[in-house]
């Protein structure tokens, strides 16, 4: 495995693999030569060339089919989420790697047994936190929702939902919900077509949906994605935010006004709600994606909380331009201003 692997968090859990795909141990010894040098550029020559080999093998894994498919989906998975690490470009989001990783969860699904194994379990669990994190990035035309008709994804979702996944927990319905309304969110946003009854089922779906858990940590987690989904929809599907009028008709102004601040609220409840877990704790880890969309709304009156999501956020330079726009008067969501300057910025 090389002097670099005990640098790389994923080494010991995958150690037992390893020895059946060398494409498996080139993407993991490319990952711990960057990871050891924090991937800067001028020291990544080693993690370059593993990656290159990673990719080589992983072809001819795919042609001979000799390594099992699961194998291949790791190495895939890998490159795809490392490929903005080694190439410093928000342009880029491993995207063919994705296409690749879906194409082998397809034939998984269709061939899984009665009982999933655990690395399965773990596999689809895995693509669907990585669907969910690329539903906004890609073209409408390139979207592919992932497959919930068959017999059998069906009979994994129902059974993985009761369990602890160790990315999405027991939380998979959720995390397909969010990756669904984000690729009609991507559409409406690139056509400006709206589809009014599938939004209406979002809103019901989101509304009624159970926060509780018997973990702490996560029900913040699922109450603060669910009040994500809420902002993605009403903000950039322009659906209207519900409100109550008992002694007038409000005109359009008024209601965009007052729907506007129904967003701020839910916006400012999801990162109270995120800020309640602490840093120390590994679900951190799951909040850029919440906290982009919900600290995406914050106006220069919550000038703390803004501080607070930058501490916690990443994607700085994509918040910093959007306040500054907001404060400016002009009304653009996170989104808007993704496409407007035609990054791919994978958040999660």
């Known amino acids: 495995m090389g002097p670099n692997t005990a640098e790389n968090p994923l080494s010991y859990p995958i150690f037992q693999y390893i020895h059946q795909s060398p494409a498996l141990v080139h993407i993991i010894q490319s990952l711990s030569a960057g990871h050891e040098h924090f991937f800067e550029a001028s ?43 080694i190439d410093k470009d928000v342009f880029d989001i491993g995207k063919e790697h994705l296409f690749a990783a879906r194409s082998m969860v397809d034939s998984l699904v269709s061939n899984l047994a009665a009982a999933p194994t655990p690395l399965e379990k773990y596999i689809i669990g895995v693509y669907v936190y ?17 497959i919930q008709s ?42 400006g077509c709206n589809n009014p009854t599938l939004e209406a089922s979002f809103e019901t779906s989101l509304k009624n949906w159970p926060i509780s858990d018997t973990d702490t940590m996560w029900e913040k987690t699922v109450g603060a994605f669910v009040k994500h989904g809420l902002v993605m929809l009403y903000r950039l599907c322009d659906y209207p935010c519900n409100i109550d009028t008992d ?11 007052v729907s506007h601040l129904r967003i701020d609220g839910i916006a400012i409840e999801a990162i109270r709600t995120l800020l309640e877990i602490p840093v120390t704790s590994t679900f951190i880890c799951l909040q850029p994606i919440p906290l982009l969309s919900a600290g995406s709304e914050l106006s220069k009156d919550e000038s703390d909380l803004r501080l607070q999501v930058v501490a916690r956020l990443w994607t700085i330079q994509l918040l910093a331009e959007l306040w500054e ?11 808007d201003l993704m496409n407007i300057k035609k990054w791919r910025l994978r958040v999660g």
């Not at 093998?57 to 490159?79: D, H, R, V």
């Not at 990585?130 to 992932?146: A, G, I, K, V, Y």
């Not at 068959?150 to 969010?178: D, N, R, W």
């Not at 726009?325 to 989104?335: F, K, M, R, T, Y």
């Open 325 to 335: 726009l907001h404060d400016a008067g002009l009304d653009l969501s996170w989104l």
């Open 43 to 85: 020291k990544i020559h080693l993690s370059l060339e593993q990656r290159s080999l990673a990719m080589l093998s992983l072809a001819k894994q795919i042609e001979t089919g000799e390594t099992p498919s699961t194998l291949q989906f790791l190495t895939c998975w890998l490159l795809g989420i490392s490929a903005t690490f």
């Open 247 to 257: 002694e007038h008709t409000p005109d359009a102004e008024e209601e965009t006004e």
């Open 150 to 191: 068959t017999v059998a994804i069906q009979h994994y979702i129902s059974q993985v939902s009761v369990e602890s996944h160790p990315i999405i927990g027991g939380h998979i319905q959720l995390f397909l919900l969010l990756a669904n309304l984000g690729r009609h969110c991507k559409a409406v946003t690139e056509t």
């Open 130 to 146: 990585w669907d969910l994190t690329c539903c906004t990035l890609l073209d409408t035309e390139e979207q592919l929702p992932f």
